[in-house]
């Protein structure tokens, strides 16, 4: 087991998908106390269960609702501060994946997936920064997507949001490293979720395991000297 994460709090969002669970289920396992949040506040409590003595708490929230963000913020400091500590780590996993060309989408769906995708992140981020500086060490890791390098038909909006997202998270890597703050963006294709199984014309077969992922992003957090995986892209191997 690393130690390195041992006993760090963490609040990982979109915590009821396919990744954020695994992820939260790592870092679990890696001696952290982790905080949940999804919109699916029976899935919530399944994992809640799931993580046991090292579930900080959970909250069902709507990342769309400025409110819904400002409880978030105050109820996983709270839970944090009972353990004497702050959020260490913050894993902006939540992410909606719309579907349509740019002729049938609206500028509501726009809205939405930015408000989701990009703006949270940088609320939670701006709003956690501070007590990690002040520890001297925080992890911020925003999950992209392939889709951050590249445009696709069909998913304008969302491969929009994720180069938007790519973008404040190199911004915040030079603005935090000073301050003891580590920013990664970590950038899969396609995964086996259910956010995956909405991939049109690939083989879901294909698809990364979320499992592997979590395991490599717990990984790359952990160290604590001058080598750093600010930007990665994962990719899967297509054998054809």
């Known amino acids: 087991m690393n130690t390195n994460l041992c006993h760090k709090n963490v609040l990982v969002t979109g915590a009821t998908g396919g990744l954020g669970g695994e992820?939260?289920?790592?870092?679990?396992?890696?001696?952290?106390?982790?905080?949940?949040?999804?919109?699916?506040?029976?899935?919530?409590?399944?994992?809640?269960?799931?993580?046991?003595?090292?579930?900080?708490?959970?909250?069902?929230?709507?990342?769309?609702?400025?409110?819904?963000?400002?409880?978030?913020?105050?109820?996983?400091?709270?839970?944090?501060?009972?353990?004497?500590?702050?959020?260490?780590?913050?894993?902006?996993?939540?992410?909606?994946?719309?579907?349509g060309l740019i002729k049938d989408s609206s500028v509501e769906d726009f809205d939405?997936?930015?408000?989701?995708?990009?703006?949270?992140?940088?609320?939670?981020?701006?709003?956690?920064?501070?007590?990690?500086?002040?520890?001297?060490?925080?992890?911020?890791?925003?999950?992209?997507?392939?889709?951050?390098?590249?445009?696709?038909?069909?998913?304008?909006?969302?491969c929009a949001s994720k180069h938007a997202l790519l973008g404040l998270s190199r911004s915040m890597f030079n603005e935090f490293k000073e301050d003891g703050v580590r920013v990664f963006s970590v950038s899969p294709g396609s995964i086996q979720t259910p956010m995956g199984e909405k991939v049109l014309n690939q083989d879901y077969s294909t698809f990364m395991d979320p499992r592997e992922i979590a395991t490599f992003i717990g990984d790359i957090i952990s160290y604590d000297s001058n080598m750093i995986s600010e930007e990665v892209r994962l990719n899967r191997i297509i054998v054809r």
Request: hydrophobic share 40%; proline share 2%; aromatic share 8%.
């Open 23 to 99: 992820i939260a289920l790592y870092l679990k396992d890696l001696g952290c106390r982790v905080f949940i949040t999804g919109r699916d506040k029976e899935l919530l409590c399944e994992l809640s269960r799931d993580l046991g003595e090292n579930c900080l708490g959970f909250i069902e929230c709507d990342l769309e609702k400025e409110k819904d963000i400002d409880v978030l913020i105050k109820t996983s400091k709270r839970s944090a501060a009972l353990q004497s500590g702050v959020i260490d780590i913050l894993i902006n996993c939540a992410g909606i994946f719309p579907v």
């Open 112 to 158: 939405r997936c930015f408000n989701i995708n990009v703006r949270a992140p940088f609320i939670l981020s701006k709003s956690l920064y501070q007590d990690m500086k002040n520890a001297g060490w925080g992890r911020i890791i925003n999950i992209g997507s392939s889709s951050a390098y590249g445009g696709f038909s069909g998913t304008s909006i969302y």
